[in-house]
Structures are given as structure tokens and as C-alpha cells.
Nanobody, 128 residues
């Protein structure tokens, strides 16, 4: 069993920065790849980024636009998503997910070899 808890969401102004955290606990969190997904009202859940279990391999999708950075600390069992230059379109619920791999494409959980565990999300609002 693995538990994932996101934190760090809140209200930021356009152009601002925010760092989200995903805390993993339970059975060997460092054996899982961790992905970040987001879902805005009326939209499908979309992948944002993924980091392999070692932290050495990372993937980003187009919505990151070079503004996001994913990292992990396997000692603290934390995965971070640093977000800079936030736009209104970045407003969404952000979810972390534990899967097997970070594949060549991560547009859906299939790209992680399937998602085994989801967090409950943290809400990011972008408004002036």
C-alpha cells in the first residue's frame, strides 16, 4: 500500500511561482515513478510531468512550456513540482500518481505503465 498526499496549492497571481509537494508513505515509495497530473473544470485530466524512481530521468508534456521543474528527494520521500510564470490556464487541481515508469509519452496514465495510486489533489488558483 502506498499513500500520496499533495500540498502547496493556493492562490497566486499571474506570473507568480508556486511549488507543489507530493509526500509518499507506505511500501517502498522509492520504487515508484511519480507523475503530476492536473484537471481543470470541464476538462479531462492531463499529464504534466513524470520523474523516474531514481530521480535521474524526467519527462514533461507540452503544457509545462518550459516553466515547470520536477524533482524528488528519496530520503524524505517527497516529489516536487516547481512552477514559474503561472498563467490563468494553469489553474486546476493537481494530482500526483505512482506508477511503474515514465514512458516516452505520458499523456495518460497508460504512459506510466498504469497508475497504481493517486493522491487526492491540491488546488491551484491563478488570479489577480
Amino acid at each position: 500500500q502506498l499513500q500520496l498526499v499533495e500540498s502547496g496549492g493556493g492562490l497566486v497571481q499571474p506570473g507568480g511561482s508556486l511549488t507543489l509537494s507530493c509526500a509518499a508513505s507506505g511500501f517502498t515509495p522509492d520504487r515508484y515513478a511519480i507523475g503530476w497530473f492536473r484537471q481543470a473544470p470541464g476538462k479531462e485530466r492531463e499529464a504534466v510531468s513524470c520523474i523516474d524512481k531514481s530521480g535521474a530521468y524526467v519527462k514533461y508534456t507540452g503544457c509545462a512550456e518550459g516553466r515547470f521543474t520536477i524533482s524528488r528527494d528519496n530520503v524524505k520521500n517527497l516529489v516536487y513540482l516547481q512552477k514559474n510564470g503561472l498563467k490563468v490556464d494553469d489553474a486546476a487541481g493537481y494530482f500526483c500518481a505512482a506508477g511503474r515508469i515514465c514512458g516516452a509519452t505520458i499523456t495518460s496514465p497508460v504512459g506510466m505503465g498504469g497508475v497504481d495510486y493517486w493522491g487526492n489533489g491540491t488546488l491551484v488558483s491563478v488570479s489577480s
